[in-house]
């Protein structure tokens, strides 16, 4: 063999022009920077109204008119103190506190029993209830307000945070239903199997075996029942009169003054109402992300 085989064949080969899976790399590159760009523009949509919301909370009545968009010249922070105070936005979290609270725990125990029974046990006539419950999630609230009125009167619970939970767990109990059942069907059998060899009766295997390994589904449940019911307006104006019942979502109507409102204020107290809520979100995404996830309605 020569020296200039030997040095041929130690010499790499010069790179092969660009070909299909190089030129396929180019294109994902470019298909990346698009979505980014479509990411950010959906980004800036999202946090505009965050933007206006937030500066107008702290701008003078006569600087909003002058000025809706820009930043404020002077940063008025006791709008939100006037707002506290004209508002009565703490009396109203404190309902909303007992309301969405009641309602979360009716939801979850309710919904997850329900759930537990359409996805592992064999029970006659499953099938019609969950076309049942597709019906009833779909259907609008206002087609029950005039019977739930007088129900709620004949059984003395009208004007009662009691009564208010009862509706709204009614209310937010379908999808709640539907959701957890998309959960344990995916759950194994194995380990349930297992318990029931054990000794273990329906109500253990649904408490110890069960409910922990639905509990992503369980937390995105809570988190979506809660955000629900804590913005709900209609059902709380309706089926609550006093004052000193009333949630902190109908905390706009003290803002109005005759024929006039003001804006500065209102937007204040749209920051103080909105920030539990956004707080309980952030501390609870990955678990709300996983859960949608998990459940299929998220996509993937």
């Known amino acids: 063999m020569s020296t200039d085989t030997l040095h041929a064949a130690a010499v790499p080969s010069a790179p092969a022009p660009e070909s299909g899976p190089a030129r396929a790399k180019t294109h994902v590159s470019g298909a990346a920077v698009a979505r980014y760009v479509v990411l950010v523009i959906l980004a800036l949509i999202c946090l505009t109204p965050l933007y206006l919301f937030l500066t107008e909370s702290l701008k003078s009545q006569a600087e909003l008119a002058a000025n809706p968009i820009g ?4 940063w008025r922070w006791s709008n939100f103190a006037e707002a506290w105070t004209t508002g009565r936005i703490g009396s109203g979290l404190l309902n909303s506190l007992i309301i969405v609270t009641g309602t979360v725990l009716l939801v979850v125990v309710v919904s997850s029993l329900a759930a537990y029974a359409m996805a592992r046990l064999q029970v006659a006539g499953s099938s019609g209830v969950f076309v049942y419950l597709l019906v009833a999630a779909s259907l609008p609230i206002q087609l029950f307000l005039v019977p739930l009125f007088y129900l709620m009167a004949q059984v003395h619970l009208y004007d009662t945070h009691l009564g208010l939970i009862l509706i709204h767990a ?16 995916d759950i194994p059998k194995d380990f349930e199997e297992a318990a029931r060899i054990d000794g273990a009766n329906e109500l253990t295997v649904f408490a110890r075996i069960l409910l922990p390994m639905a509990w992503p589904g369980v937390m995105t449940v809570a988190l979506t029942v809660a955000l629900q019911s804590y913005n709900e307006f209609l059902l709380a104006v309706t089926f609550i009169q006093s004052d000193e019942f009333l949630p902190v979502s109908s905390a706009m109507f003290n803002f109005k003054q005759g024929f006039t409102q003001d804006y500065s204020l209102i937007s204040a107290a749209g920051v103080i109402m909105a920030a539990p809520m956004i707080i309980g979100f952030l501390l609870m995404q990955r678990k ?5 996830t998990s459940s ?5």
């Open 71 to 74: 930043l404020p010249r002077e």
């Open 170 to 185: 009614a209310v937010f109990s379908p999808f709640a239903t539907l959701l957890l059942r998309s959960f344990m069907i």
């Open 288 to 292: 709300f992300m996983d859960g949608l």
């Open 296 to 300: 299929g309605l998220g996509g993937n």
